[in-house]
T-cell receptor, first 113, second 115 residues
């Protein structure tokens, strides 16, 4: 079945620096790749998503890039701020399961003041 | 975005009792809802996929007789943890989509503690 691997599991960056989280997927037919942010004890919330017909999408300080050939996609956060501290999850849609989302293991992002 | 409401947010129950958790889509019809379990510092583990008007599809290793799922309407799915034990203590969270291959909206989650 579909497998999504996410790295790193923990990422610590200085406030103001950039953070990059990477995910790889196994199903070449996957065509939807969302990123979710989950603060402690709260629900995951979508921060950005990308479909397979584009290679990059940007929303202010957040961007996602997709490499379909290599089957990986990355989340980029620039000018990090303390409120960016959270757990980030990537996901990929799995064609053989009616495109339900398969989740990465998550990355705990720590922004150091 | 669309709103998914989950209740209760926290529940403490005695071992051997049952607990029901509700998941409602407030402003859209969700033909499919998903139930997840999340252990501390871990990812979302899909337990089952709930389809309106039909039986839920359970993931491997999830006991369907222990985790009863009912999806009686297009806006409500319930998860009942039957004969709860301390090892069932966890964070349970539901999600719903307006259509497949689109954004998933999550409920607030339910922190279940079995004592």
């Amino acid at each position: 079945g579909e497998n999504v691997e996410q790295h790193p599991s923990t990422l610590s960056v200085q406030e103001g620096d950039s953070a990059v989280i990477k995910c790889t997927y196994s199903d070449s037919a996957s065509n939807y790749f969302p990123w979710y942010k989950q603060e402690l004890g709260k629900r995951p919330q979508l921060i950005i998503d990308i479909r397979s017909n584009v290679g990059e999408k940007k929303d202010q300080r957040i961007a996602v890039t997709l490499n379909k050939t290599a089957k990986h996609f990355s989340l980029h956060i620039t000018e990090t701020q303390p409120e960016d501290s959270a757990v980030y999850f990537c996901a990929a849609s799995w064609r053989d399961s009616n495109y339900q989302l398969i989740w990465g293991a998550g990355t705990k992002l720590i922004i150091k003041p | 975005g669309a709103v998914v409401s989950q209740h209760p947010s926290r529940v403490i129950c005695k071992s051997g009792t049952s607990v029901k958790i509700e998941c409602r889509s407030l402003d859209f019809q969700a033909t499919t809802m998903f139930w997840y379990r999340q252990f501390p510092k871990q990812s979302l583990m899909l337990m089952a996929t709930s389809n309106e008007g039909s039986k839920a599809t359970y993931e491997q290793g999830v006991e369907k007789d222990k985790f009863l799922i009912n999806h009686a309407s297009l806006t409500l799915s319930t998860l009942t943890v039957t004969s709860a034990h301390p090892e069932d203590s966890s964070f349970y969270i539901c999600s719903a989509t307006q259509s497949m291959n689109t954004e998933a909206f999550f409920g607030q989650g339910t922190r279940l503690t079995v004592v």
